[in-house]
Structure formats: C-alpha cells, structure tokens
C-alpha cells in the first residue's frame, strides 16, 4: 500500500449551530484518484478547501503532503495543483502565453509545450482565449492545473462543457498523470465519471462520510443483489414460474427477480424454458446496481435528494 499523502482525523467544521462537518476520517493515498461524492450542501467543498488550506477547521488533525495546510508555505503551494469549476482564462492572451505565465509560478514546472499537447490544444496553442469554445477553455483550465507538476491535484467537475469524446479525452489524461505516481481528488456530479477514473470512493452525506471503497464495493453487499428480468410469452405464458431465491415481482408482462444468486437463477430459468421446448427466454436480462443507483439509494435513506449526471454536459 503507498503512503498516504492526505491524512484527516476527527476534523469537524461548524458555521454557529450548523455543522457542515462531522468528525471525518479519511486516508488518499499516493497515485490514486480518490472520488468525493455527495448531494448539495454536504460538506464537500468545506473539506476540499480545508486540505487546500483555503478554510480552516474547528477541530481535529490535518495532514497533506506532510504539512498542516493551514499553515501551508509558498513551496507546499507549489506541490498543488487546483482545477475549479468555473474557468480562469484570460480572454486576451493565448493558450500559450497562458499557460507560460502559470508555469512561471512554479519552480519546477513541466514543459508548456507538453501540457498543452497533453490536454489536447496543440493546434490552438496560438489561439486567443476569447475565441476558445467552453469546452476548450476547460481543457485550459486543466492544463494550468497540471503545469506547475504538482503532487496533488484537485479537480472540482473537471469534464463540465465537454462533449463525450472530450470527457473520454480528459480522462485518458488524468490516468496518464496518476501513472507518474501523482494524485487526484475528484469531486463530480457525473458518477459513471467516478466509476470510470475513482480507484476508490468516499461518500459524504450531512457532513460525515458514511462509505469508502472501491466503486464497485460501495454499498457493501446491496451491491451484490441483481436484478434478472424475463418476460414469459408463448408457450412460458401457461407455465407456473419456477421457485426462485429473491424477490419476484410483476410489471405487466414482465417479470423480475432481485436476488444474490442470479447465476443460479439463470440456470433454473433456462432448464424451466427448455422444458416447455423454448430455446430463448424473451427479454431475459441480469442487471447489478451501478455506482449511481447505489449512491442514490444511499442518499434517499439518509433523507437527503441528489440529481446525477451519467452523459456529458450539454
């Protein structure tokens, strides 16, 4: 296991009565994308600026890259690398010059000249700002994020305005980078996002993290539970469905069974059709919960509403 290059003990955060964080703990650790999801109004934003030594904490322990962010020097600074939400171009310089006037910030920055090949503007290295689309200006965004060859970087929905092929694109780069042993805090609305890029998830509701884990461990055995689906026409019509360990229900002509054993559930379905003489079940499908569908859950049973974006902005 890498060390870990953030370490958070016991950190809450009040605003007067209201208690935006509760007592968190939390380990990221080196070369890792570390994904932090959760509804509006959950805390997110207060402990990333707390590690970014942007907020200070009311009480417990912090460490990011072996320092105490709230009293991060210029050089701590420099091993970071920050991507927020709204872009912070400069409209009447080029993507060049923009790019070089960042990495001169920075004492040992990585070339210009790759970065911006890296984020894929090598042919708008010319180009004014200004005439940039918003997806391109994104794509600067990150390009200033990466220049200074941070250690650590943070990116807050770093694909917004991109069109599918540009998020696949962004996210190519972003592997690219944890590959070189850096590391990724990543907060996003879009969950097949996390799922794709996440080498684990931390789930933050009402100002506590209440799941870590790999994406696809999330959710602890509800992950586990599929859903097998069929619709019993022709000759299946007549036929009493077999018994099945689940929970079956009905949606007019179709049937569905949530269960733990769907490979065994397949099998007896198969064996019951063969019998009848059917070689194909209508509709059979098996479906398991998706990242998505767990979080959802997640923050519906802790009272809380979230939307979710699975495609690219518009």
């Known amino acids: 296991m890498p060390s870990p290059v953030v370490t958070i003990?016991?950190?809450?955060?009040?605003?007067?009565?209201?208690?935006?964080?509760r007592?968190?703990?939390?380990d990221i650790?080196?070369?890792e994308v570390f994904a932090l999801l959760g509804p509006n109004g959950a805390g997110k934003t207060t402990l990333v600026e707390i590690l970014e030594g942007y907020r200070g904490r009311s009480s417990g322990e912090v460490d990011v890259l072996g320092a105490d962010p709230g009293r991060g020097d210029a050089r701590w600074r420099s091993r970071l690398g920050i991507v927020l939400q709204n872009t912070t171009v400069f409209d009447f310089l080029s993507v060049e010059e923009?790019?070089?006037?960042?990495?001169?910030?920075?004492?040992?920055?990585?070339?210009?000249?790759?970065?911006?090949?890296l984020v894929g503007l090598g042919d708008k290295r010319k180009a004014r700002c200004s005439t940039l689309s918003g997806g391109q200006k994104r794509r600067v965004d990150l390009a200033l994020g990466l220049v200074g060859n941070p250690?650590?970087?943070?990116?807050?929905?770093?694909?917004?305005?991109l069109d599918p092929e540009g998020r696949r694109q962004l996210w190519d780069v972003i592997r690219s980078f944890t590959a070189l042993g850096k590391t990724v805090i990543l907060t996003t609305h879009y969950l097949d996002e996390a799922e794709a890029l996440a080498n684990r998830v931390g789930i933050i509701i009402g100002g506590e993290i209440v799941d870590i884990g790999p994406p696809d461990e999330i959710g602890g055995e509800s992950r586990f539970i599929?859903?097998?689906?069929?619709?019993?026409?022709?000759?299946?019509?007549?036929?009493?469905?077999?018994?099945l360990d689940g929970e079956l229900t009905r949606s007019g002509p179709h049937v569905s069974l949530r269960t733990a054993t769907p490979t065994a559930a397949v099998a007896t379905l198969i064996a019951w059709a063969a019998d009848a003489g059917v070689a194909e079940i209508p509709a059979l499908s098996v479906s398991h919960p998706s990242l998505e569908d767990t979080y959802l859950m997640m923050v519906a049973a802790r009272g809380g509403t979230e939307s979710t974006e699975t495609g690219a902005a518009a």
């Open 151 to 161: 250690d650590l970087v943070f990116l807050d929905e770093p694909t917004t305005g």
């Open 98 to 117: 923009t790019v070089v006037h960042f990495a001169g910030f920075y004492p040992s920055p990585l070339d210009s000249g790759h970065v911006i090949d």
């Open 29 to 31: 650790y080196a070369g």
């Open 226 to 243: 599929a859903t097998v689906s069929f619709r019993p026409d022709g000759a299946l019509t007549e036929r009493a469905i077999p018994p």
């Open 23 to 26: 007592h968190v703990d939390l």
């Open 9 to 21: 003990r016991g950190v809450s955060k009040s605003y007067g009565a209201v208690m935006a964080l």
